[in-house]
């Protein structure tokens, strides 16, 4: 049946299809986003081949090794007005980024080149890549192994031979060696020597708080004197137990051979990973790759941030974002319920909710600001002056930290769940309270049996919205509590296990310094995406957690609503 555009018009089908295709559109635009995310950070992973090429630029040969990272294809005339000697009448030609690594040869990591220029292009499967603690990847081939500087084994050629794969497996074990060391050194360094100067920490606190109580007791000095004297010698043996440590650790080296054939000698106590990606199959790379993902999450950062993993920025997201929740919950809550059912409705409460509105629309570096002002200066001095005056001049809690960062994030995010609540509130049917008292129950039993469980779910809706606000926000943080590298996590085996004083990392932060603030900008880019994705799944588990509890709590309190 045939009808007019008029009538069409009337009938509202255009309005469903404007609403349908903007949806869609903004859909599409998300996925999008989310793939060129997940492509550009995922794929830093994958264990690229080596290349191996001759540059030819005026006359002058030089040999290039590394991985090509990028390419593009960029106007003939621009290359010639930036010096180069280019013929012929091509309007484009390619150029690629080479990830040449080596910083501490070539002072380097990333070289430009024209594809022009380069031949003799090959993928030498001896070339092997080693990922460093300092100074980024290395690219080279292996010539000699060394133990306390005498050459145990060592090959000059660049075949694949017995005896080069008897050389590599020996590099390999001794890298394992070294690795093993370097776990039982960060064991004492990080937990064991770490728990003995925390203790002296506090016993020194201790000792100061007796001199200002005015304690003259010598026997409670002499229990804190015996202890650190206990303490000092554990340290001690531990010290030793490190040298020993230090020495094994340091005992190997390797000699390799790098572009141009230059020779360079390298302690192995500095390599982490050690692999030919160019002789690797695809089950190999496979492995290599969930390897390097799993090292990302679960690592501690190395090199400013640009290598390793982000474990201790995941792990201060989550934690701060917990807390927040368990400070807005019942505050949020309180305050809506107060305004709904108790506060007398009037003037007073419709100017309190206008204010509640429009906090909802203060830039968040405002909540910093007075975060920073109120909570760390006036709250935290004053705790201090109360309760830790023997920790002075050192601040304890009248410095930026994890309670007062997830303090402040509350309060940017209460107007959120006081709004949801209150609209939960005022769905509930006048009918069902009157029936609550009507058969005797109190207005407070009314509120906690009927009313506020049924309400529940537009609670959770609030928190929901108070979840993903405060995972994702960066700016209040750097002004209390967020640092760039925390020495370590604020929940550990020292009493009392959570250090709510402590400075932490942030996903969202960790972007910011690894994007614009890495002298290492190309290095860094990979691992910007990778974070920004990974902050997107954590937001992401954290809202799908307060999603299960709220139909979980739907369903619960289904029958009321009957």
């Not at 903004?26 to 793939?35: D, E, H, S, Y």
Request: proline share 4%; with cysteine.
């Amino acid at each position: 049946m045939n009808i007019s555009f008029r009538e069409w018009t009337k009938s509202g089908s255009p309005w469903v299809w404007l609403n349908a295709g903007a949806v869609a559109i903004c859909i599409i635009m998300v996925v999008g986003l989310l793939a060129l995310i997940a492509v550009r950070g995922l794929s830093h992973f994958w264990p690229a081949d080596i290349m191996q090429a001759n540059s030819t630029v005026n006359g002058s040969q030089t040999q290039l090794i590394g991985e090509v990272v990028q390419s593009e294809d960029v106007p003939t005339i621009q290359l010639r007005e930036a010096g180069n000697d280019l013929p012929g009448d091509q309007e484009f030609m390619l150029r690629s980024l080479i990830k040449i690594g080596n910083r501490d040869v070539n002072r380097a990591d990333f070289t430009w080149a024209i594809d022009y220029y380069l031949s003799d292009r090959e993928y030498p499967e001896m070339l092997f890549a080693a990922e460093r603690r300092e100074w980024g990847n290395f690219y080279g081939y292996l010539r000699a192994l060394k133990e306390n500087g005498e050459v145990v084994g060592s090959y000059d050629g660049y075949d694949k031979t017995a005896e080069y794969e008897a050389l590599w497996t020996d590099f390999e074990n001794r890298v394992d060696r070294a690795l093993d060391i370097q776990e039982d050194i960060y064991q004492i360094e990080k937990h064991r020597i770490g728990a003995i100067n925390y203790e002296l920490e506090r016993l020194r606190l201790k000792g100061r708080s007796l001199e200002l109580d005015g304690v003259t007791d010598q026997s409670q000095y002499d229990q804190l004197e015996t202890r650190r004297n206990e303490l000092n010698a554990e340290y001690e043996g531990l010290q030793q137990e490190l040298l020993d440590l230090y020495t094994l650790f340091n005992r190997d080296s390797y000699v390799a051979e790098v572009a141009n054939g230059q020779q360079v000698e390298i302690a192995l106590s500095k390599v982490v990973r050690i692999f030919r990606p160019n002789n690797m199959g695809i089950i190999e790379k496979i492995g290599h790759y969930f390897a390097k993902l799993w090292e990302f999450v679960s690592e501690d950062p190395r090199e400013a941030n640009t290598e390793g993993g982000i474990f201790p920025a995941i792990f201060g997201t989550v934690m701060m974002v917990i807390l927040m929740s368990i400070l807005v919950t019942p505050f949020g809550v309180v305050a809506a319920v107060y305004l709904r059912e108790y506060a007398k409705q009037g003037f007073v409460t419709r100017l309190i909710r206008i204010a509640v509105n429009n906090l909802a629309g203060v830039p968040s570096i405002v909540y910093g600001v007075f975060g920073l002002g109120f909570f760390v200066y006036f709250l935290g001095g004053n705790i201090d002056d109360l309760f830790f005056a023997e920790a002075k001049p050192s601040p304890t809690f009248g410095t930026p930290g994890l309670m007062w960062a997830s303090l402040t994030l509350a309060l940017l995010t209460v107007p959120v769940v006081i709004v949801a609540t209150e609209e939960g509130l005022s769905r509930i049917p006048r009918a069902v309270r009157e029936g609550s008292l009507a058969l005797g129950a109190t207005k407070f039993e009314t509120l906690w049996r009927v009313v506020l469980p049924m309400a529940s779910p537009a609670m959770m809706t609030g928190v929901i919205l108070a979840i993903a606000r405060a995972a994702g926000e960066v700016a209040p943080l750097m002004l209390v509590g967020v640092v760039k590298l925390a020495p370590s996590l604020p929940l550990d085996g020292n009493y009392p296990y959570i250090h709510l004083d402590q400075k932490f990392m942030h996903l969202g932060f960790h972007i910011y310094d690894v994007g614009f603030q890495s002298p290492n900008v190309e290095a860094a880019r990979p691992l910007v995406y990778a974070t920004a994705l990974l902050l997107v799944v954590v937001i992401a588990l954290l809202n799908l957690s307060a999603i299960a509890i709220r139909n979980h709590l739907r369903e619960k309190y289904k029958a009321l609503e009957m």
